[in-house]
């Protein structure tokens, strides 16, 4: 063998298991990429976009300015309603017949409300609730979600929280309150 090919068959081993060696190092990374996509891919499956013409079915405030609020519940026939907040959502959860004749709650799919610190939509019954805290919405005091208990309890220290709560701790009494309270609100 002639000096010249033998020096092109050594740059070729030593490009070859460079970029074997690259290739690990950045072939993993392009993985991680692609499932971020598919996980943001997901979650704007699961969303249903607010137009700016979308009120809130309960108290008919448009939705699309409060977009760290809004809440979402879908139906099985594919359509939807959006919320300017959670206790809106609530109220029409817990009675839809009153502000939707043609929905009753066996016809709900699914149910989405906006982690406060994240923004990103999560399951309602997933989601760790914080009540009476110095953070208003657009309605007043709100429930504010959160996708972990630890981020609720960060949370209710820093915004004088008075309790974190599951969905279905949520019910009508507590909504009036929530809608009644003025500076603070009382939950006895």
């Known amino acids: 063998m002639n000096r010249k090919r033998l020096n092109i068959i050594k740059i070729l081993v030593f490009s070859s298991i460079t970029l074997f060696f690259v290739s690990l190092f950045f072939v993993p990374n392009t993985w991680a990429l692609d499932l971020s996509r598919k996980k943001k891919s997901t979650e704007r499956k699961l969303y249903i976009t607010v137009t ?29 309603h959006s ?9 029409l959860y817990i009675d839809p017949g009153k502000y939707d004749s043609t929905k009753k709650k066996r016809d709900i799919k699914l149910v989405l409300v906006r982690d406060y610190y994240t923004l990103k939509f ?39 929280g008075l309790k974190i709560l599951r969905f279905n701790q949520i019910n009508p009494e507590l909504l009036d309150k929530l809608d009644k309270a003025k500076k603070t609100v009382n939950l006895e």
């Open 83 to 91: 919320f300017d907040g959670m206790k809106c959502m609530c109220r």
């Open 122 to 160: 999560i399951r309602h019954d997933t989601a760790f609730y914080v009540v009476g805290s110095d953070v208003f919405g657009p309605m007043g005091h709100e429930l504010i979600p959160f996708d972990s208990q630890k981020n609720a309890g960060t949370f209710l220290i820093d915004h004088n």
């Open 52 to 80: 700016k013409k979308d009120r809130c079915p309960v108290c008919g405030m448009f939705v699309h300015p409060y977009q760290k609020w809004i809440t979402q519940i879908q139906f099985k026939d594919g359509s939807h």
